[in-house]
């Protein structure tokens, strides 16, 4: 017992030792944070826990701390433990998922989205959650997008400090940096920004000199950011204002200078579109530079910032601020608003579902409608993303604070993909019987492709289902089907054609060619049946091939050219007038006249025999009409042998062979 009292007061006298430096800390801290000085409650608050200030409180104020001056990933740490020490603070779960959210952690984003659900008060911030979440449920189709553009850091013109908001401008890049800053934000610990300029030197794509802007553009005790310029670059617009003191303005209003004749800026002024009560920022024109595009959290708008336009007037005076409304404004935050120079307005959000803190987004119109796109990957990330920036209608600058930049936001460039197109040729094979128009799956098919040339390419096998895909040029080929047991009758061409520049997509097109190769089987007859050629006509009593003839035959040349592991015998017939020997020797040369003709396009003599049968095969006996006559007077063909094979010819009823 005694043990426990003397733990006890030992406890107690440490305690008591660290109170008044804990106490002193937290209440510099918790100052600085209603004064909104946010840099310094984070180091009070640091001070406090060293010694010994509630941890749980410390790591909350140090977390809002961190969210409250724009550095949401950085509050992580600090809202799960405020978590995990059992905080009273109910916001922090719902913060604490926006900040899992910034990270990339979508999954425990949503736990902390669905327990503010059921355990917060704040009626604004359920439906905040409850959007939150429906807006995670799409994060895989964003992710999965089809991505066209290529990002890279401008490494030749950014620094440690911040570089954001780029716009192009008579060769020249202007942008926002807190580069040189000699004195320091209280609320960030970051330098104030200005406004440069960078000029290009023509040496590399991005080598050249920045420099600082006009001196009555630029202050030491206040930011500048976000210049714009008017399409005849007479006046300059940007936002100022935040200069972080006590008793200064805290907010931030949108100012225009002009140019004046030696060069310089006049003093820049306040434009009538600020309201003296909000914060209004991110100035940008239309490509005419009649509308006026930015974003403020003036009251009466959807929550947050909202983007809002004034029009220019007959008098060039701007007209009255309008709320671009719902599907634009959320509960979120829309700031950056850009008119691309196709005619799209781009802005970043929060509020519409994204990847994690700002994304990227565009407006839709189509048949009408209006929908909000996400730029997708890799425009957008889990970081802050935002101020997008057309050079021309396939590459521009946008801003990120995301990894591996480097310092805090930095300008990127991105590019569209160059158009690459994927031809994939689609080959099925079938097999029908002779005279038979059904077509059924042949498994396992030998395909050759072969060039207008005639050279073999590639053999490919198809599968069990009788398909195989082939990657191909553009250009002219012949698809050649071959299996045991099956004849082929005949090729299959295909054409593959390059599409034109207008019909392509950025990054990878695939366009699909289909292909069937149907082959014969090889059947099984009887005894004096045979493969009858159409349409092979004589002049009366000669034997010398027609052109109409030609036709039929250069079609025995294709097929002996398609399997040359046959060999044939071409028979020729007559009808039964005239006499049986005059009708033989007419047959045989009309037969040898045949052969002849396919020998001489190539096909080797020794792979095919020349038959006459005069008037000893009757089709139609007894004939009477011309029509029957021209029944027997036929030319056919039949297969002999197959490679080292010989196709045995049997009685009929019985299988006499295949063809």
Request: charged share 25%; glycine share 8%.
């Amino acid at each position: 017992m005694k043990n426990i009292f003397f733990l006890y007061f030992l406890v107690l006298i440490l305690v008591n030792a660290c109170t008044p430096k804990a106490t002193k800390y937290m209440n510099l801290a918790k100052k600085d944070y209603e004064e909104a000085e946010y840099q310094l409650a984070i180091d009070y608050f640091q001070q406090a826990l060293k010694y010994g200030a509630p941890e749980t409180e410390c790591n909350y104020y140090i977390a809002e701390s961190y969210r409250r001056s724009n550095r949401l990933q950085e509050s992580e740490p600090y809202y799960r433990k405020a978590i995990e020490g059992k905080t009273s603070e109910e916001d922090a779960y719902f913060y604490y998922g926006q900040a899992l959210k910034s990270v990339g952690n979508y999954e425990g984003a949503a736990a902390q989205f669905k327990q503010y659900i059921s355990i917060g008060t704040n009626f604004d911030l359920i439906n905040r959650a409850k959007t939150e979440l429906a807006n995670l449920k799409v994060i895989n189709d964003i992710i999965s997008k089809d991505s066209y553009y290529k990002v890279y850091n401008i490494e030749q013109l950014n620094t440690e400090h911040a570089e954001y908001s780029p716009f192009l401008f008579n060769d020249k890049l202007y942008f926002t940096t807190a580069r040189g800053a000699n004195k320091m934000h209280t609320a960030t610990n970051t330098g104030f920004t200005d406004l440069y300029e960078f000029i290009f030197d023509g040496t590399t794509e991005f080598s050249g000199q920045a420099r600082r802007m006009h001196s009555n553009l630029n202050t030491e005790d206040a930011h500048e950011a976000s210049a714009i310029f008017t399409p005849d670059g007479k006046t300059i617009i940007f936002s100022r204002g935040n200069d972080g003191s006590k008793k200064g303005p805290q907010d931030v209003d949108i100012y225009q200078a002009t140019l004046q004749p030696d060069g310089s800026w006049s003093e820049p002024v306040l434009l009538p579109i600020n309201d003296p009560k909000a914060w209004d920022s991110c100035p940008s024109l239309s490509r005419d530079g009649k509308t006026l595009y930015f974003a403020s959290n003036r009251e009466n708008g959807f929550g947050g910032v909202d983007l809002y336009k004034s029009v220019k007037g007959p008098d060039g005076q701007w007209g009255p601020p309008q709320n671009l409304g719902a599907p634009i404004n959320t509960k979120g935050g829309e700031l950056f608003p850009y008119e691309s120079p196709h005619g799209v307005l781009f802005f970043s959000s929060d509020g519409h579902p994204s990847l994690g803190a700002l994304d990227i987004f565009y407006v839709k119109k189509e048949n009408g409608k209006i929908t909000i796109e996400n730029m997708g990957r890799p425009i957008n990330s889990s970081y802050d993303d935002f101020a997008i920036f057309f050079k021309d209608t396939t590459k521009g600058f946008f801003t990120s604070n995301r990894p591996g930049g480097k310092g805090d936001d930095d300008i990127y460039e991105f590019k569209m993909m160059e158009s690459e197109v994927i031809f994939n040729l689609d080959i099925l094979s079938l097999w029908k019987k002779q005279n038979d128009t059904t077509e059924l799956v042949l498994e396992n098919t030998t395909v050759k492709i072969i060039n207008d040339k005639g050279d073999t390419l590639e053999t490919i096998v198809t599968d069990n289902l009788g398909k195989a895909r082939k990657q191909l040029t553009p250009g002219s080929y012949r698809l050649l089907g071959k299996k045991d047991g099956y004849l082929t009758t005949n090729t299959v061409n295909v054409n593959i054609v390059k599409p034109s520049a207008d019909q392509l997509k950025p990054g990878k097109n695939e366009i699909n060619y289909t292909a069937k190769v149907v082959l014969n089987q090889l059947m099984v007859h009887k005894e004096g049946e045979e493969i009858i050629i159409n349409n092979i006509f004589y002049d009366f009593d000669k034997a010398d091939i027609r052109p109409d003839a030609a036709i039929e035959l250069n079609k025995i040349v294709e097929l002996l050219k398609n399997n040359p592991d046959i060999k044939i015998e071409l028979a020729s017939h007559t009808d039964e007038r005239g006499s049986d020997r005059y009708n033989q020797i007419l047959s045989q040369k009309r037969a040898e006249s045949a052969v002849n003709y396919i020998i001489s396009k190539g096909i080797d003599k020794k792979r095919i025999t020349a038959k006459g049968y005069g008037e000893s095969k009757l089709i139609v006996k007894n004939a009477s009409t011309e029509e029957e006559h021209q029944r027997n007077r036929r030319t056919a063909f039949r297969i002999t042998s197959i490679g080292n094979s010989k196709v045995k010819i049997v009685n009929q009823g019985e299988d006499k062979g295949i063809y």
